[in-house]
């Protein structure tokens, strides 16, 4: 990338403070919220799997559960043992790493799947039922008293064996509202660990996500956990919008690699929730380490980290135009909303476009040692854009402007 | 990519219908909303020219300028003709193109900048100062009762040269609320055309959005534009949640270039309203120049398009679990809430993983025009797994599979 510089002078000081302190949205609590309290389920090497590029072998498996662990996810869900004979045995294998985040597999909601997954030695089992009129009539083609029996059944059986039980619905913003309530209803009667809302296609948006968990919440005591795909843009905001509804954890996996374009992803998860809850992310999560992780995973499905990632695109914490970088030099906080201080990340100011302004070329003056007074430096900031204005300016093309022209101001 | 094929066979029907008919979140209307009913203002060319690899000479902006009048979008905003005197000469080039979308350009609220910008030709300008508290301290230091009489003055000059013209705060969600109210309420008062809400530092999230402009549909009678930053991953999210509560305009970027990671990408923004408003979207916009459009500008500022990118990313269409894979198959709307043929892209069915389940198989069997059981079927997807098991497998691979085991079944 040409013509940045990174601010790291006087100019512009780096905060450990949390830049949202101000904001006048966030003074009110509300009661059903739990951004300052989740846990994430991390699908990485389940949903993950599912990615177009994704083939991990056993040592990989490894290297991304152990830095999952690291990172301080709370549970790592693997990609069902009945797959493949390698996927079972992978599968016991992440079991017996001794990992700090639980285990979980992802299995279809039968006694079969339920007693392979249970004998991998995972500490949960997470089960799954399309519900929606579509997957019902196109997939497995059961209907909602079958799927109420054998749930009841599969949750129970799991219980016995001493390991959490987690009962998810699939499609869940297209299934019938009341069918979906009640079967939640039953089988939190039962004593399961964790219901599951699944945006399996990515169609809800924000406020669905929020009437429907928040209605949930009404009806279940036990966890809810949510699931959001990222067709249509949203599966962030949704996550989001889950947990100020009540929801208790979010699914995530690293860049959101998943089926299609995928599910919320870890880092742009954190993003958001930084902002709002900065204690408690920063205390959970290893945040130092998210462009390690993604980078690991990037790399093993064949991917570049999309420009515009949150925290760790190349750009996240770039300030271009004259009023933003000056506004950034006096303080970052008026155009940054997370620090990226916070993840290990630091700005850049650009100041060799034609955008820029006297204030970012008057902070890489300082930066090159030289001195000028402020006439002085809204002049060569003219010869800056002037050329600019012609070409694409490199870094050193704006330097040496201002080197000619200090140069010039001593003879 | 490895391992795909095209299933455009019978078995893979590609309707024209909406995917999202039968969702039963969207059969109850809504006073407010103007998802049904929206323009965009397309910003590639001023938010657009922000972003930290932008460099565009007069010939492309011209390009791009075309190109985003044939997609359709309804205006287009220009780079300030203050920001240098290229800037100022390429508004005036696009003015004269006679092009269908209306050309804006985007100046501070100041008397100066308006008169530069009437000047320039432009059918509107729209104007904008900040005034979050960080703002005001930090970057002009001007207070509201100055801001409120230079924007008077300002909207009063702009009107009598016959333009249209908009006001905008600044960090609109870090602003106090009841000095944002007032000042929207003076500029309505005077006949600005539109007011803008934005979230230039990615803060916001759905609720607060679709608070703010709720209330704001309750004060002012103007058109009201809505801009939001993606810093944390919530920029089209954000943008429905304003239309849901009455705004009228949407700010967006070909895939949603700017400063630091960008705003509202065109492309996602669309994939989302498409979801609830197809005849809308498909009756307005030209998508199948989608990806030509966004082709244009990634090379243009050198990026990739993202590989989770909304429609147009690589994957945006792929499946490959088993159960996926056997339900696309049998009616594409089980697993894809928008119809790739709307954007004219084509779904891919993922055959030759570890995940695959016998009915891709089967459909590969039919492209490849062999002839096998269900039972044989299934062997040989058997086969396919084992080896994708052990490493990543090629299409042509499975293909290899496939032909050896009917040879093997004919002798």
């Known amino acids: 990338m040409a013509g940045d510089a990174t601010a790291n002078g006087p100019a512009a000081p780096r905060s450990n403070r949390p830049h949202h302190a101000d904001s006048p949205y966030q003074s009110i609590g509300d009661f059903l919220s739990n951004t300052n309290n989740f846990k994430i389920i991390e699908s990485t090497l389940r949903e993950g799997e599912q990615f177009a590029n994704a083939y991990f072998d056993t040592e990989t498996k490894i290297k991304i559960a152990t830095a999952l662990s690291d990172f301080g996810v709370e549970y790592i869900e693997l990609t069902s043992p009945l797959a493949s004979e390698q996927s079972r045995k992978d599968c016991e294998a ?34 799954v039922i399309g519900t929606s009129k579509q997957l019902r009539e196109h997939s497995h083609g059961k209907d909602m008293a079958y799927i109420t029996k054998t749930a009841i059944e599969v949750i129970e059986y799991i219980k016995s064996e001493g390991l959490e039980v987690r ?15 009640s079967l939640y209803k039953a089988v939190d009667a039962v004593g399961v660990n ?19 968990v928040r209605t949930l919440r009404g009806v279940v005591s036990c966890d809810i956990e949510t699931h959001f795909h990222n067709d249509t843009g949203c599966a962030i905001a949704n996550a989001y ?37 900065h204690e408690y992310v920063t205390s959970r999560y290893k945040l130092h380490k998210l462009k390690a992780l993604e980078d690991l995973v990037a790399e093993n499905v064949e991917i570049n980290i999309p420009f515009n990632n949150p925290v760790t695109g190349f750009c996240a914490f770039s300030h271009k135009a004259g009023i933003h970088a000056k506004a950034i030099l006096n303080s970052p906080s008026t155009y940054e909303i997370i620090n ?50 012609i070409r694409p300016l490199a870094v050193d093309d704006a330097d040496s402007i201002i080197r000619t022209y200090h140069l010039e101001l001593q003879a």
């Open 94 to 127: 992440i079991c017996k790493l001794g990992l700090k985040s639980k285990i979980l597999t992802h299995v279809r909601c039968t006694m079969e799947d339920a007693k392979v997954a249970v004998a991998t030695g995972v500490d949960g089992v997470d089960v």
């Open 167 to 181: 009962f998810s619905s699939e499609d869940s913003f297209r299934s019938d509202l009341v069918d979906l309530l």
């Open 194 to 212: 964790r219901v599951g809302v699944a945006d399996t296609v990515g169609c809800a948006t924000p406020r669905q996500v929020y009437d429907l």
């Open 241 to 277: 919008a889950a947990l100020e509804a009540g929801a208790t954890h979010i699914d995530t996996s690293v860049l959101g690699i998943g089926e299609r374009n995928g599910i919320t992803p870890l880092g742009g998860l954190l993003a958001r929730m930084i902002v709002g809850s």
């Open 340 to 389: 990226p201080a916070d993840f290990g990340m630091s700005r850049y100011v650009h100041f060799a476009s034609r955008l820029t302004g006297w204030n970012a070329i008057k902070s890489r003056v300082e930066q090159l040692g030289l001195s000028m007074t402020d006439d002085q430096i809204k002049e060569v900031t003219q010869k800056i854009k002037a050329l600019a204005d």
